[in-house]
């Protein structure tokens, strides 16, 4: 090994190089060539559009995605990510994002931080002016200040209105709830919980309200999740979430984590995640995505792939996995793309089944496609 190191210097280095970035399994992804085109979660319709802007005027694809997510971000109607959010189990807005840059190979990542509208943002700003990956909590915040970010209160009427419905809910054996007027409170009829509401917020109709009660019951893991091509071959990715509502102060979930929420490698893919973190942590579901892609499987079967291994984490349980959502998305390095969702769907209010979807512009206005769905879900 030595002698041959010696002997040949260059062909040591250049088999690194090589088998790092693109067994021989994979070559095909060679000879595709690359074009402009932004994936996104079924929330980053418009995300996708202003991200295609900024790559057809020439932009890199970091900026262009970034910008892109930070519509939803900026949105108080979007109450899965950013300002709007829905907030944690003391009424607090935490944020969790990541980026990856594949022409430099660089990452940046902020977890648990406050007060601060657009994550994204902040993580971008990681990559580019730190040493570190992620930053988190109050050190996330403190520094995101000292680079100028402004600090505002995330929460809306609107977040505000569930979380209280979701406080208003809890019951202890005896049917009482310290956040329902007391047993000293004097006798009236029975009020509904949608009542009892209405009180508190009057300038909700009956739709909020009743969409209210509903996150109460089904916390929501929404989250946008934005990847990106363009014609050189450049590849980003970035996913920005206020993660699980009603969560422990605290805890992180997988949109910030590289390798779960998010991973690019522009010699081979980029793929991420939306939905329920923890599974998507315990498979490095990103990650495991893009490999699957080195390794020559399509997007499609690369994501699938990875939902069987969340399914075989349960065993199969379906009544375990029927508690939750997942979805993956996956772009490859030739522009070839995929969503896949570990369900067909998921009861609505109405008592119909959504079918999960995700964004796709490659070039003039966005549109929604089918994601591919693992199992059928009846109920
Ligand atoms: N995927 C978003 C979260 O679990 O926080």
New binding site residues.
């Given amino acids: 090994m030595g002698d041959e190191d010696t002997a040949h210097p260059m062909r040591r280095r250049d088999w690194i190089l090589s088998s790092a970035a693109l067994p021989a399994s994979a070559a095909a992804l060679q000879t595709a060539a690359p074009k402009n085109i932004v994936i996104a979660s079924a929330n980053g319709l418009q995300s996708c559009a202003k991200a295609m802007e900024i790559i057809e005027g020439g932009g890199d694809t970091l900026d262009a995605i970034v910008a892109g997510v930070n519509i939803v971000e900026e949105d108080p109607n979007d109450t899965s990510v950013g300002y709007g959010g829905l907030p944690n189990e003391l009424g607090v807005v935490e944020l969790?994002a990541s980026v990856m840059h594949g022409p430099t190979n660089r990452a940046g990542a902020v977890s648990a931080l406050r007060n601060i509208k657009c994550p994204s943002k902040v993580a971008k700003l990681v990559l580019e002016q730190t040493d570190h990956v992620m930053l988190t909590g109050q050190g996330a915040l403190d520094w995101a200040k000292l680079m100028g970010f402004k600090e505002e209160d995330l929460l809306t009427e609107r977040s505000r209105l569930a979380w209280v419905a979701w406080k208003q809910s809890l019951r202890d054996r005896e049917g009482n709830n310290n956040w329902t007027d007391g047993l000293d409170a004097p006798s009236k009829p029975a009020q509904k919980a949608e009542a009892r509401l209405k009180e508190l917020f009057p300038q909700f109709d009956d739709e909020t309200i009743a969409w209210a009660m509903h996150m109460a019951r089904f916390p929501t893991?929404g989250?946008i999740n934005c990847l990106a091509l363009n014609a050189k071959g450049e590849m980003s990715g970035t996913t920005t979430?206020s993660?699980?509502a009603w969560k422990i102060p605290g805890r992180v979930?997988?949109?910030p984590i590289i390798g779960a929420?998010l991973y690019v490698d522009q010699e081979v893919g980029a793929a991420g995640?939306?939905?329920?973190?923890?599974e998507?942590i315990r498979v490095a579901g990103a990650h495991t995505i893009v490999e699957n892609m080195r390794h020559g499987m399509s997007p499609k079967d690369a994501c699938l792939d990875c939902l069987k291994r969340i399914v075989r984490n349960f065993k199969g349980d379906m009544e375990k996995l029927n508690r939750f959502d997942i979805n993956f998305y996956a772009l490859r390095k030739d522009g070839v793309y995929a969503g896949a969702a570990l369900w067909s769907g998921r009861q609505r209010r109405d008592g119909g089944f959504t079918s999960p979807k995700f964004a796709v512009n490659d070039g003039g206005a966005s549109r929604l496609e089918d994601c591919v769905p693992l199992l059928e879900r009846r109920k």
């Avoid at 995640?273 to 923890?278: D, N, V």
Wanted: aromatic content about 0%; cysteine-free; hydrophobic content about 5%.
């Fill in positions: 969790d893991t989250t979430t993660g699980l979930g997988d949109s929420g995640s939306t939905g329920r973190g923890e998507n």
